[in-house]
Antibody, heavy 115, light 112 residues
Framework: EVQLVESGGGLVQPGGSLTLSCVASGFMFSAYWMSWVRQAPGKGLEWVASIKEDGSEKYYVDSVKGRFAISRDNAKNSLYLQMNSLKGEDTSMYYC????????WGQGTLVTVSS | DIVMTQTPLSSPVTLGQPASISCRSSQSLVHSDGNTYLSWLQQRPGQPPRLLIYRISNRFSGVPDRFSGSGAGTDFTLKISRVEAEDVGVYYCMQATQFPHSFGQGTKLEIK
């Protein structure tokens, strides 16, 4: 069974930093693009970032470029999102997503940016 | 960037009746490799999204055959042949042809 388990969310002050993690199981992690997608409370889905199978390509939505960094450790079946200079508009549920189609989603981890 | 526009944004449907959701992209979703990376996702209340349809018309594993996808280029449709109570939720189209990937605004399916 495919499982994606996110962690690392929480309450952080504006300008602060947070690192999200996602541990994958039940499939060959190193064979898939992986992404982070977020959803603000009561709002729709927003793609945040994606990383190629071997980590050689990374893409970001404009609103997080220069502030967020996606990475992966295939030996640990893990995906990460380093988030710096956080803003109120970054408050969202963050989902770890398998593949370019979005074939599997984690339950999400909530990030709240507030003073 | 590619903008995805869904219609309608809300769809009240009678149980057992069909439902249809449209999704239009601001530019063609045909990738240079010849594939069209258009997916449909369902998000039930309080749940993460789940994949229903990928590459326009391919049902994902475990998805009931009452769900079908069609379209080409910039115009796509998700159809539910007979709506069941468990189909209540928000439906999103998503393009993965070009970065940044993007989603439609979502269509809320409700039972009349």
């Amino acid at each position: 069974e495919v499982q994606l388990v996110e962690s690392g969310g929480g309450l952080v002050q504006p300008g602060g930093s947070l690192t999200l993690s996602c541990v994958a199981s039940g499939f060959m992690f190193s064979a898939y693009w992986m992404s982070w997608v977020r959803q603000a409370p009561g709002k729709g889905l927003e793609w945040v970032a994606s990383i190629k199978e071997d980590g050689s390509e990374k893409y970001y939505v404009d609103s997080v470029k220069g502030r967020f960094a996606i990475s992966r450790d295939n030996a640990k079946n893990s995906l990460y999102l380093q988030m710096n200079s956080l803003k109120g508009e970054d408050t969202s549920m963050y989902y770890c997503v398998r593949g370019l189609y979005g074939s599997s989603w984690g339950q999400g981890t909530l990030v709240t940016v507030s003073s | 960037d590619i903008v995805m526009t869904q219609t309608p944004l809300s769809s009240p449907v009678t149980l057992g009746q069909p439902a249809s959701i449209s999704c239009r992209s601001s530019q063609s979703l045909v990738h240079s490799d010849g594939n069209t990376y258009l997916s449909w996702l369902q998000q039930r209340p309080g749940q993460p999204p789940r994949l229903l349809i990928y590459r326009i018309s391919n049902r994902f594993s475990g998805v009931p055959d009452r769900f079908s996808g069609s379209g080409a280029g910039t115009d796509f449709t998700l159809k539910i042949s007979r709506v069941e109570a468990e189909d209540v939720g928000v439906y999103y189209c998503m393009q993965a042809t070009q970065f940044p990937h993007s989603f439609g605004q979502g269509t809320k399916l409700e039972i009349k």
